[in-house]
């Protein structure tokens, strides 16, 4: 569903109460919002000059009337007014929270609800400019290749974009680090703590570390902006504790629960603590930050959905499709869908900004598929190749479609990056894949935004 917002758009309506407002007729010198066209999401604002409310909501030309799909801000705590009678003011705003220019950076400081920046970027991309330069198709047939690594005998999953543009491969069973650099050099680095499936993912923290996410690690270990590597105090240890982490609003960064009975987390004082989920029966296997602040986890065996909202709350809601080893990893769309990527499920599941999970055809599934998912500059999903023998990936229209890689073998790759010269990486999971594979955009220019499935999604 495209976004879009126009200018001096303010109409009258006489609704009431907390539901779908019916638009009345344009102040004079002002467009209806006819403009914003049948079916399109903008941003609101409601007012009686007296309660307020700013919001996210979709224009409908029959019935002439516009949905309240999300509330940024109001005077009502934030929450919907429940209007009275009388006349109110509908028209087209830029809330606070959606500023120009403020597409995901590498600290991850801007993911929150800027859909008017995605929106921004994506009406850029189809008009072939970036600051003002042209830039090529950005279509991926024919840019897929390979490239080498440093260290292949052990392996990683997921990997973290590091503000000086390396790569942090997360080590899993690896002895030691991996990284390629903004240049893609590929090379490796002492590690503090090693031990057997140790780590699963990585997030990068507002501070600049990388910390790698515990899986059976006894300790946390992380890599500072200078390269430095450390190891620290964990509250929770236990077998396939923890898989994939995410950066909250607030700085803290969580780890997602895979058996692990509790959640736990690291605060940007550098505290680590525990704190209680809803559910624990069957796991969840990576996260991604909703658009409202809501980190969601991604159910792999785990029969409800799980999230905990920007306040700390922790509630569960219910799925459509439910089983074992089902999905690994999520990305945000540009619309603020939230796609779980699929890893053995056998078909695609989805969150829509105002909540409702739905499922989704996929073209092709096999067994241990996909591993993780990356957003390329032109709002498609690239879903990162496991055992897959081809590529997959969903474009902002919602089309899935297939491509064809250049390498391919049984459990080659876990997780992926987004580089800010526009490539995708595919993390080398080690001692399968020998070799390294990416996705260029064709992007003469470098965007000058990042973002990785593993930070704040996986």
């Known amino acids: 569903m495209p976004y879009v917002v126009k200018d001096r758009v303010k109409v009258t309506s006489t609704t009431v109460g907390t539901g779908t407002f019916t638009l009345g007729a344009a102040f004079v010198g002002f467009q209806s919002f006819a403009a914003i066209g049948d079916g399109n999401q903008t941003y609101y604002c409601i007012t009686d000059d007296i309660d307020w409310e700013v919001g996210i909501g979709t224009y409908t030309a029959s019935g002439t009337t516009l949905s309240r799909d999300t509330v940024l801000e109001s005077s009502n705590s934030n929450n919907k007014v429940n209007w009275g009678v009388g006349t109110k003011n509908v028209f087209c705003t830029y809330p606070a929270d959606a500023t120009e220019g403020t597409v995901p950076t590498a600290d991850d400081s801007s993911v929150d ?19 003002g330069a042209p830039y090529n198709n950005n279509s991926t047939t024919g840019m897929i290749s390979t490239f080498s690594v440093a260290y292949t005998t052990s392996n990683f999953i997921g990997g973290v974009l590091a503000a000086n543009g390396d790569i942090n491969f997360v080590p899993h069973s690896a002895v030691v680090g991996q990284k390629i650099s903004s240049t893609g050099t590929a090379s490796t680095y002492s590690l503090v703590y090693t ?39 964990l509250v929770r240890t236990e077998a396939s504790a923890y898989a994939g982490g995410v950066l909250a609003p607030n700085g803290e960064v969580h780890f997602i629960p895979l058996n692990a009975p509790v959640g736990q987390k690291i ?51 219910s799925l459509v499709y439910t089983g074992t080893n089902l999905y690994r990893g999520a990305s945000l769309l540009p619309n603020g869908e939230i796609h779980f990527m699929p890893y053995s499920a056998a078909v695609g599941q989805k969150i829509s900004l105002s909540g409702t999970v739905s499922t989704y055809s996929l073209v092709y599934t096999t067994s241990t598929a996909y591993f993780g998912g990356v957003l390329a500059p032109n709002g498609d999903i690239h879903f990162v190749p496991h055992s897959a023998n081809r590529g997959q990936k969903i474009s902002f229209a919602g089309t899935v479609s297939t491509y064809s890689l250049v390498y391919t073998t049984s459990g080659a790759y876990s997780g992926g990056v987004l580089t800010p010269n526009g490539e995708i990486y595919f993390i080398l999971n080690g001692g399968t894949a020998n070799q390294g594979q990416k996705i260029s955009t064709n992007i003469t220019r470098p965007i000058g935004y990042c973002l990785s499935s593993f930070f704040n999604k996986f």
């Open 267 to 317: 605060s940007t004082a550098g505290v680590v603590s525990t704190y209680s989920l809803v559910s624990t029966s069957g796991g969840y296997y990576g996260g991604v930050l909703a658009p409202n602040g809501d980190i969601h986890f991604v159910p792999t065996t785990a029969s409800v959905g799980q999230k905990i909202s920007a306040a700390g709350v922790v509630s569960t809601y």
């Open 195 to 233: 031990i057997s499936s140790a780590y699963a993912g990585g997030v990068l923290a507002a501070n600049g570390d990388t910390h790698f996410v515990p899986f059976s690690a006894a300790v946390g270990q992380k890599v500072n902006s200078s390269g430095v590597v450390s190891t620290y105090s």
């Open 113 to 131: 609800t800027n859909l008017y920046a995605w929106a921004n970027l994506k009406k850029n991309l189809d008009a072939g400019v970036i600051n």
